[in-house]
């Protein structure tokens, strides 16, 4: 299985890719510094790194090429950030992240579009509790589907 995912090299995506790359999954993640720490550690891993953010859409279709599931995790947060800037990435950055996924061709002619809380949720029940040290899920998620080619 070949997952695709923004927001890797945040806590959560630190975290889901160390589980997912145990479980001997694919993984390819949008990085915007691929000399970070983080970044490096990621590698090391054996994640694919492609370079870019969610501005970039030709980057987010590598990121998404191929895959069976694209799991959006970066987000804007925090109180330092203009509406502007929380508007680019939120909005029209989770925007580009799912048309990505719907216009890249992918493994099994269709990929899920998991926004991040929905997905923590899904690690919390498909891995055992002593590997998910952590991981809780919101009680406000965003649901998740299969997108239509």
């Known amino acids: 299985m070949q997952l695709a995912a923004t927001g890797v ?3 959560v995506g630190m975290r889901m890719a160390e589980m997912v790359r145990a479980r ?16 490096r550690h990621l590698a090391a891993l054996g994640v694919e790194l492609v370079v870019g953010d ?5 980057a987010l279709l590598r990121v998404a090429r191929g895959a069976n599931a694209f799991v959006h995790m970066a987000a804007e947060v ?11 990435v939120n909005v029209e950055g989770t ?13 099994t002619g269709s990929c899920s579009f998991l926004r991040w ?3 923590v949720a899904h690690l919390a029940r498909a891995f055992p509790k002593r590997s998910r040290a ?7 998620t965003t649901a998740s589907a299969p ?3």
Do not use: H, I, Y
């Open 24 to 39: 001997g999954l694919r993984l390819r993640g949008l990085v915007r510094d691929p000399a970070s720490t983080r970044a």
């Open 78 to 88: 925090g109180d330092r950030a203009s509406r502007v800037r929380c508007e680019q």
């Open 54 to 58: 969610l501005g970039d859409r030709s």
């Open 117 to 119: 809380r929905p997905m």
């Open 95 to 107: 925007r580009n992240a799912v048309v990505a996924a719907g216009e890249a061709p992918a493994a």
């Open 147 to 149: 997108l239509k080619r």
């Open 134 to 140: 952590g991981l809780r899920a919101c009680p406000t």
């Open 9 to 11: 090299t945040s806590g």
